[in-house]
């Protein structure tokens, strides 16, 4: 099973909006609604941002939301703040019940 | 509030066998609503999950690693472990537990401990 491919890299200035893509197949991301987001600052352990696409666990700002078209998910974080410079990597279910993960995005905020 | 804490070996020799323990805290490990899992990330590259089982003792692998690896339960310990044989300088990693405790479904981490570095040298 391959890695999602995402973007190795995205930018924005504060206030700004960026989205982050992550393609897959019919089988991972296209197949399924179980894409989920995570947030990993250097040195730190990753955060669940999303799941099933475009929901947000308790406590995640509503700055950060998720989409799916076809194969592809998106991460969008509107209103950039500083803090949210980081790597981000989507996930998701695939039909030979296995997870899969993308490459990572580095997020940098001008 | 459910904590987990990685422990091992920092590092490992060649050939042999990788076994770490990740302590549960602030919940029962024999709860049906969790799932547990191991994820790593080799230095400067991205995330790849390993394994997951479930309360009951269901194990889901990544077919990469199947061979080798092997996740288990303690319950009178509150732990779940990993294991992955014949290493090689390739699982040099930071390696992770992590834990579906809200969602009860295992491809989902909702909750991280903070990882731990293992090396893989002679």
């Known amino acids: 099973q391959s890695a999602l491919t995402q973007p190795a890299s995205v930018s924005g200035s504060p206030g700004q909006s960026i989205t982050i893509s992550c393609t897959g197949t019919s089988s991972d991301v296209g197949g399924y609604n179980f894409v989920s987001w995570y947030q990993q600052h250097p040195g730190k352990a990753p955060k669940f941002m999303i799941y099933d696409v475009s929901n947000r666990p308790s406590g995640v700002s509503n700055r950060f939301s998720g989409s799916k078209s076809g194969n592809t998910a998106s991460l969008t974080i509107s209103g950039l703040q500083a803090e949210d410079e980081a790597d981000y990597y989507c996930?998701?279910?695939?039909?030979?019940?296995?997870?899969?993960f993308g490459g990572g995005t580095k997020l940098t905020v001008l | 509030q459910l904590q987990l804490q990685e422990s091992g070996p920092g590092l490992v020799k060649p050939s042999e066998t990788l076994s770490l323990t990740c302590t549960v805290s602030?919940?029962?490990?024999?709860?049906?609503?969790?799932?547990w899992g191991w994820v790593r990330q080799p230095p400067g590259k991205g995330l790849e999950w390993i394994e997951s089982?479930?309360?009951?003792?269901?194990?889901y692998y990544n077919p990469s690693l199947k061979s080798r690896v092997t996740i288990s339960v303690d319950t009178s310990k509150n732990q779940f472990s990993l294991r992955l044989s014949s290493v090689t300088a390739a699982d040099t990693a930071v390696y992770y537990c992590?834990?579906?405790?809200?969602?009860?479904?295992?491809?989902?981490?909702?909750?991280w401990g903070r990882g731990t570095l293992v090396a893989v040298s002679s």
């Open positions: 089982i479930s309360y009951s003792g269901s194990t």
């Open positions: 996930s998701s279910y695939t039909s030979s019940s296995i997870v899969v």
């Open positions: 992590a834990c579906s405790s809200w969602y009860s479904k295992y491809w989902y981490f909702d909750l």
């Open positions: 602030g919940g029962s490990i024999s709860s049906s609503t969790y799932y």
